[in-house]
C-alpha cells in the first residue's frame, strides 16, 4: 500500500494548521525525488490496536512534514506493509529494502519480529527504526552494537516503574502475590523484574500462582478460578492488547477484583476498552509513553489528541508517540547531518551517526536515543479512578517517570542495575 501525499491529507485532514509549520533547516539543493520509509505496522489480529495506533502517529509526522516543506525540500512518501509472523515480516522488510528502495524501515511491534528483524537490518544495510519491537532476548540485549537497527525502550520500563509504584503505595498491605502474563519473553521478563525489585524493598511476598496464557488468549475462566483459589492479595499482569479487558471482565464477574490489588503495567495501551463496569479504582495502570490526559501535555500533544478524537473517534495510545518519533528523529538526524555536511544531502554513513543521540520533540515530550541505538523517553502510570467524563478509568494522580530512572544504563545488566539501587 502505497500512501502519497495527497492520500495523507485526505486521511488526516492536518493540511492548512500544519503548513503554518517552521522549516528550521539550512539551505540544501535538494536531491531528486522523495525520501522514501517504509512502515511495517500491524494492523490485524491482537496487535491490530496498538499497530494502528503507531500508523496514525507516523500520519500525523508525515503530514507535518510534508506541510512545512518536507525534509531538506524532499518530499516524505510512506510505503506501508503488514507486520505478522516474523519470518513473513521479513520478507516485507526486504521487500522495501531491495524492491521499494526506502531510505529507511520504521516500524514493528513484537518482540519476536524484533529479533528477527534486527539481523535481517544488518544484513541488508537498511536503517530500522523500532516502534516497540526490541532486540533482547530475555533480558540480555542480542545485538549490543549494532550499526542499522535503532531500537525502542526496554521491555522492562512498564514493570520496573509499576513496581516502583506498588512499592511506593502499598508497601506492608499485602503478603500474597500472583502473576498472570502472556508466555513469551515480554510476560516473563516483566513478571521476573517484578519479583527482584519487591525483594529489593524488602518486600517479602509469597508467589502463590504463576499463570502464563498465550499470547492473544481471550478465554481466561480457568485461570481466573484458579486465582480465586489461590486468593492472592495483589495480582501482576502485563497484559498490554485485547486480553486486558477480557480477564478484567472475567476477574470482576467472578468477584476477583473487589478484595485484590491489581497492577496493570501496559493496560493503558487499549485504555477505552477498560470500563468502568469492570475495572476498579485503586488499581495501577501503566500507559507506557503517552498518556492522552496529561495535564503537562505540551501543545504538540494536544494538538494531536484533539485530531486523533475528531478522526477516528476515540482517545490515541501509546504507539502514536512511538511511531511519531521515529519519523521525526529520522528527520532531525538528516537535517543534523546535512548542516555538518556544509548543506550537502548527507550519506547514509552520516545519517546513522546522526541518529545517535539526536533530540526530537515528540508527543510526550522531548526523546532522544542513546548513543547505544535505544531510545529515552518519559512513561506515565497512575492509580485508576472513575471520576472522570469518560466510561473507563483514567489515572489520578498522573505520574511520570524518565527512562533514565527505569531503564538500565547502557552495558549494564538489569538485576545488577536494580541491586544497586540504594532504596
Same mark, same amino acid.
Given at each position: 500500500?502505497?500512501?502519497?501525499?495527497?492520500?495523507?491529507?485526505?486521511?488526516?485532514?492536518?493540511?492548512?494548521?500544519?503548513?503554518?509549520?517552521?522549516?528550521?533547516?539550512?539551505?540544501?539543493?535538494a536531491?531528486?525525488?522523495?525520501?522514501?520509509?517504509?512502515?511495517?505496522?500491524?494492523?490485524?489480529?491482537?496487535?491490530?490496536?496498538?499497530?494502528?495506533?503507531?500508523?496514525?502517529?507516523?500520519?500525523?509526522?508525515?503530514?507535518?512534514?510534508?506541510?512545512?516543506?518536507?525534509?531538506?525540500?524532499?518530499?516524505?512518501?510512506?510505503?506501508?506493509?503488514?507486520?505478522?509472523?516474523p519470518?513473513?515480516?521479513?520478507?516485507?522488510?526486504?521487500?522495501?529494502?531491495?524492491?521499494?528502495?526506502?531510505?529507511?524501515?520504521?516500524?514493528?511491534?513484537?518482540?519476536?519480529?524484533?529479533?528477527?528483524?534486527?539481523? =535481517?537490518?544488518?544484513?541488508?544495510? &537498511?536503517?530500522?527504526?523500532?516502534?516497540?519491537? #526490541? !532486540?533482547?532476548? +530475555? /533480558?540480555? %540485549? @542480542?545485538?549490543?552494537?549494532?550499526?542499522?537497527?535503532?531500537?525502542?525502550t526496554?521491555?522492562?520500563?512498564?514493570a520496573?516503574?509499576?513496581?516502583?509504584?506498588?512499592?511506593?503505595?502499598?508497601?506492608?498491605?499485602?503478603?500474597?502475590?500472583?502473576?498472570?502474563?502472556?508466555?513469551?519473553?515480554?510476560?516473563?521478563?516483566?513478571?521476573?523484574a517484578?519479583?527482584?525489585?519487591?525483594?529489593?524493598?524488602?518486600?517479602?511476598?509469597?508467589?502463590?500462582?504463576?499463570?502464563?496464557?498465550?499470547?492473544?488468549?481471550?478465554?481466561?475462566?480457568?485461570?481466573?478460578?484458579?486465582?480465586?483459589?489461590?486468593?492472592?492479595?495483589?495480582?501482576?499482569?502485563?497484559?498490554?492488547?485485547?486480553?486486558?479487558?477480557?480477564?478484567?471482565?472475567? =476477574?470482576?464477574?467472578?468477584?476477583? &477484583?473487589k478484595?485484590?490489588?491489581?497492577?496493570? #503495567? !501496559?493496560?493503558? +495501551? /487499549?485504555? %477505552? @476498552?477498560?470500563?468502568?463496569?469492570?475495572?476498579?479504582?485503586g488499581?495501577?495502570?501503566?500507559?507506557?509513553?503517552?498518556?492522552?490526559?496529561?495535564?503537562?501535555?505540551?501543545?504538540?500533544?494536544?494538538?494531536?489528541?484533539?485530531?486523533?478524537a475528531?478522526?477516528?473517534?476515540?482517545?490515541?495510545?501509546?504507539?502514536?508517540?512511538?511511531?511519531?518519533?521515529?519519523?521525526?528523529?529520522?528527520?532531525?538526524?538528516?537535517?543534523?547531518?546535512?548542516?555538518?555536511?556544509?548543506?550537502?544531502?548527507?550519506?547514509?554513513?552520516?545519517?546513522?551517526?546522526?541518529?545517535?543521540?539526536?533530540?526530537?520533540?515528540?508527543?510526550?515530550?522531548?526523546?532522544?536515543?542513546?548513543?547505544?541505538?535505544?531510545?529515552?523517553?518519559?512513561?506515565?502510570?497512575?492509580?485508576?479512578?472513575?471520576?472522570?467524563?469518560?466510561?473507563?478509568?483514567?489515572?489520578?494522580?498522573?505520574?511520570?517517570?524518565?527512562?533514565?530512572?527505569?531503564?538500565?544504563?547502557?552495558?549494564?545488566?538489569?538485576?545488577?542495575?536494580?541491586?544497586?539501587?540504594?532504596?
Amino acid at each position: 500500500m502505497r500512501l502519497t501525499r495527497r492520500r495523507f491529507l485526505k486521511l488526516t485532514g492536518v493540511g492548512a494548521v500544519a503548513a503554518a509549520l517552521p522549516l528550521d533547516v539550512v539551505p540544501v539543493l535538494a536531491q531528486s525525488g522523495p525520501v522514501r520509509l517504509g512502515i511495517l505496522a500491524a494492523r490485524a489480529g491482537v496487535l491490530a490496536p496498538v499497530g494502528e495506533s503507531g500508523l496514525r502517529g507516523v500520519q500525523f509526522a508525515t503530514d507535518r512534514i510534508n506541510a512545512a516543506g518536507g525534509i531538506l525540500g524532499r518530499r516524505l512518501e510512506l510505503i506501508v506493509e503488514e507486520e505478522s509472523s516474523p519470518k513473513d515480516t521479513v520478507e516485507r522488510f526486504r521487500k522495501l529494502a531491495l524492491s521499494d528502495k526506502v531510505d529507511a524501515v520504521s516500524g514493528a511491534i513484537s518482540t519476536g519480529v524484533g529479533l528477527a528483524l534486527g539481523p =535481517a537490518a544488518e544484513e541488508m544495510k &537498511t536503517i530500522w527504526l523500532a516502534w516497540d519491537a #526490541t !532486540t533482547q532476548k +530475555g /533480558v540480555e %540485549e @542480542s545485538m549490543p552494537k549494532p550499526k542499522y537497527s535503532f531500537r525502542s525502550t526496554d521491555n522492562e520500563c512498564e514493570a520496573v516503574m509499576a513496581s516502583i509504584l506498588t512499592a511506593r503505595h502499598w508497601k506492608g498491605k499485602f503478603k500474597t502475590v500472583a502473576g498472570i502474563n502472556p508466555d513469551y519473553s515480554y510476560g516473563r521478563d516483566n513478571w521476573a523484574a517484578f519479583l527482584a525489585i519487591m525483594k529489593k524493598y524488602g518486600i517479602e511476598a509469597q508467589v502463590v500462582s504463576e499463570l502464563w496464557p498465550k499470547l492473544g488468549a481471550t478465554d481466561f475462566t480457568s485461570h481466573v478460578a484458579t486465582l480465586i483459589q489461590a486468593k492472592p492479595d495483589l495480582i501482576f499482569s502485563c497484559f498490554w492488547a485485547g486480553d486486558t479487558p477480557i480477564f478484567m471482565k472475567q =476477574a470482576h464477574a467472578a468477584g476477583l &477484583t473487589k478484595s485484590t490489588k491489581v497492577v496493570l #503495567t !501496559t493496560g493503558g +495501551g /487499549v485504555h %477505552e @476498552s477498560l470500563k468502568k463496569d469492570f475495572t476498579p479504582e485503586g488499581a495501577i495502570l501503566g500507559y507506557n509513553c503517552f498518556y492522552f490526559e496529561n495535564p503537562k501535555a505540551s501543545a504538540l500533544a494536544k494538538e494531536f489528541t484533539r485530531w486523533h478524537a475528531e478522526k477516528f473517534k476515540e482517545w490515541p495510545n501509546y504507539e502514536s508517540d512511538h511511531g511519531y518519533f521515529t519519523v521525526v528523529a529520522f528527520k532531525a538526524a538528516i537535517e543534523r547531518a546535512a548542516k555538518a555536511a556544509g548543506g550537502k544531502w548527507p550519506t547514509q554513513d552520516a545519517i546513522i551517526q546522526a541518529l545517535e543521540g539526536v533530540e526530537a520533540e515528540s508527543l510526550s515530550g522531548p526523546r532522544r536515543y542513546r548513543e547505544d541505538h535505544i531510545m529515552e523517553a518519559a512513561f506515565f502510570q497512575g492509580v485508576t479512578t472513575h471520576r472522570n467524563r469518560h466510561d473507563f478509568v483514567t489515572i489520578d494522580p498522573v505520574e511520570s517517570m524518565s527512562t533514565k530512572q527505569i531503564q538500565k544504563p547502557s552495558g549494564v545488566g538489569l538485576y545488577d542495575w536494580i541491586n544497586g539501587w540504594k532504596v
